[in-house]
């Protein structure tokens, strides 16, 4: 009956936003957040809004000093006569020409845990009203995302003092937050392992006796951009995993609406880990 779409870059011929007007006509109701900042892309977008507009979807635009850079949807469908929301979570964007080359995790669900948290995301975005409520699995920009991922390494930096394993292993396009890199710094020196695969820009330095000796990080070079961010935390053994669509950078981490969401289920935390150590130990 509803989709609700995030709109942050999409294909020239984007046959997902084409789906989103067809929708329309067949009587659902559509909403689209699209992100007029997105840079190089910002004619695209607005040209991909007025078109959706036109075919009655309800566009709704751009934050002032604010750019929402999470990869959201979610869709309300009957079934049984009875309400479920479903909804789908990425570390990517909905670009089918980026796709092709771009290497990214979605999660498809219909957890209420996450579903629920999610609709409070949308509302936000279409009410610019703050939540009323904390969210307590989703980790978002603006909100809880900065301070939670603290409480994360934190969590670690204590079992390794304790003498207790201790472990992180993160997957991101970029790390230059100056906070960010200080505590992976103090938890190195806490005794917590540390691997890490960045693709792009990485301003922490690995290796140095004394303040990052138990960091290791690589990149990957390869014919796919390695898009996803993966963050997994030992957790005394069980584990935490999180998919985001945040890099640890200052304007991600303190100035965008993003979203880092758990992965919960076993088969899949496997999946997953299993893709990081398969690429760690190529």
């Known amino acids: 009956t509803h989709i609700k779409v995030i709109q942050y870059r999409v294909a020239r011929h984007s046959r997902i936003?084409?789906?989103?007007?067809q929708a329309v006509q067949k009587g659902k109701q559509v909403s689209a957040f699209v992100e007029i900042k997105a840079r190089f892309d910002e004619a695209s977008n607005?040209?991909?809004?007025?078109?959706?507009?036109?075919?009655?979807v309800r566009v709704y635009y751009s934050f002032p000093g604010v750019k929402v850079h999470a990869k959201l949807a979610l869709i309300r469908r009957l079934e049984n006569g009875k309400p479920r929301l479903y909804a789908y979570l990425s570390t990517?964007?909905?670009?089918?020409e980026t796709a092709k080359v771009y290497a990214d995790f979605g999660l498809f669900?219909?957890?209420?845990?996450?579903?629920?948290?999610?609709a409070s995301v949308f509302s936000f975005l279409e009410n610019k009203q703050p939540p009323r409520g904390f969210f307590e699995h989703l980790l978002v920009?603006?909100?809880?995302?900065?301070?939670?991922?603290?409480?994360?390494?934190?969590?670690?930096?204590?079992?390794?003092?304790a003498g207790r394993e201790a472990s992180m292993v993160l997957k991101l396009n970029s790390i230059e937050d100056k906070e960010m890199i200080a505590k992976l710094y103090e938890a190195s020196q806490q005794g917590v392992k540390i691997s890490m695969i960045v693709r792009?820009?990485?301003?922490l330095v690995p290796g140095i006796k004394g303040m990052s000796d138990n960091i290791e990080v690589i990149s990957i070079v390869d014919r796919f951009l390695e898009h996803a961010r993966v963050f997994i935390f030992h957790n005394g053994g069980d584990e935490r995993i999180f998919l985001s669509s945040a890099d640890w950078m200052e304007r991600n981490l303190s100035f965008r609406i993003e979203t880092t969401f758990p992965v919960y289920d076993p088969d899949l935390k496997a999946e997953v880990e299993g893709m990081f150590h398969i690429q760690w130990n190529d």
């Open 200 to 203: 792009g820009i990485c301003a």
């Open 46 to 56: 607005l040209e991909w809004g007025e078109k959706m507009e036109k075919a009655g």
């Open 92 to 96: 990517g964007n909905f670009h089918e």
């Open 141 to 161: 920009g603006k909100f809880n995302l900065r301070p939670a991922l603290y409480r994360l390494i934190e969590y670690e930096m204590e079992e390794a003092k």
């Open 17 to 21: 936003l084409q789906s989103v007007m």
């Open 109 to 118: 669900t219909a957890d209420e845990r996450l579903t629920t948290e999610i």
